[in-house]
């Protein structure tokens, strides 16, 4: 059975990462595997040398406060952790998903890689438990998990809406090939109409790559139109996902080119911020 993990965190993101990874899990029939993790810096006090500040009693005293008040931080965090695994269990179970909760200590990258290996998917929100106080920033934990992960990752808006229409950032590049062949051979996106969406001049190099990758997703019995246009991609991307209704946004995750480049420098945060529609990345 195909499964997905859901990164959770407790924000307003998880409801929309839940509801997600629930609709690709009644397309592809999978379960889903509900993650929460308990990052270091919540559950422990940064080391303190106090000597030469305080008297042996009084630093004796403060060292026992500071450990019991730690011990305390951790047993709530775990509290917190699996109310958190527990409720997002509860959520897909009523939605008549499959699932399981996981709560992990440590680092959300290593948790990734512990846990992907025979996932399909990663879902994560774009924002985290900041999310209505920097609505500007992306969660912190986001671009490691994209960089880390050798799975597509979703990265969730702020609400889940059906997907009806999607598109794909194209560039012809190894990584959006990836993610066109998933496309074509996979369920999820059975039944969708799609864009292919290419920023550069019109050339017949440009044109063939584009075409060939439209013949690929029509063969596949999907209603695909392309479109070759100049300009700065994450500007021409954002105006097609506005102007035909985009529910999804696909694109590859990493590369040279302009368009990939998108995820990895600056540009890909205005990308991701600039539309509110979830993102699928492939490597």
Do not use: C
């Not at 810096?41 to 305080?54: F, I, K, Q, Y």
């Not at 992907?116 to 209505?132: I, T």
């Not at 063939?208 to 392309?226: D, R, V, Y």
């Amino acid at each position: 059975m195909s499964r997905i993990i859901a990164l959770v965190d407790g924000s307003i993101y998880s409801e929309s990462v839940l509801d997600h990874a629930a609709w690709v899990a009644k397309a592809i029939d999978a379960q889903v595997d509900v993650v929460h993790v308990i990052g270091r810096r919540n559950v422990g006090s940064a080391p303190a040398d106090w000597s030469g500040s305080l008297e042996m009693g009084a630093q004796q005293t403060l060292l026992a406060d500071l450990a019991e008040h730690d011990i305390q931080r951790a047993k709530l965090a775990q509290q917190r952790g699996r109310l958190i695994v527990d409720g997002g269990v509860k959520r897909l179970s009523d939605a008549g998903i499959k699932a399981s909760g996981k709560l992990r200590n440590g680092d959300i990258v290593e948790a990734v890689q512990e846990l992907e290996g025979d996932a399909d998917l990663v879902v994560v929100g774009k924002r985290g438990e900041a999310a209505d106080f920097a609505k500007l920033h992306l969660g912190s934990n986001l671009e490691r998990v994209v960089r880390v992960s050798k799975k597509p990752v979703m990265v969730a808006s702020r609400a889940f809406k059906p997907v009806k229409r999607f598109m794909v950032a194209f560039d012809g590049g190894a990584s959006v090939m990836k993610a066109v062949s998933h496309i074509a051979t996979g369920k999820l996106f059975a039944g969708l109409a799609g864009d292919l969406v290419m920023v550069g001049r019109e050339t017949p190099e440009a044109r063939g790559k584009l075409e060939a990758a439209a013949n690929l997703l029509a063969n596949a019995s999907l209603e695909i139109q392309t479109h070759l246009e100049e300009g700065e991609p994450d500007e021409v991307i954002a105006r097609h996902a506005e102007a035909d209704h985009i529910d999804l946004l696909v694109m590859g995750a990493y590369g040279h080119s302009r368009v990939r480049n998108l995820i990895i420098g600056s540009t890909t945060s205005e990308m991701i911020r600039s539309v509110k529609i979830p993102v699928m990345l492939f490597r």
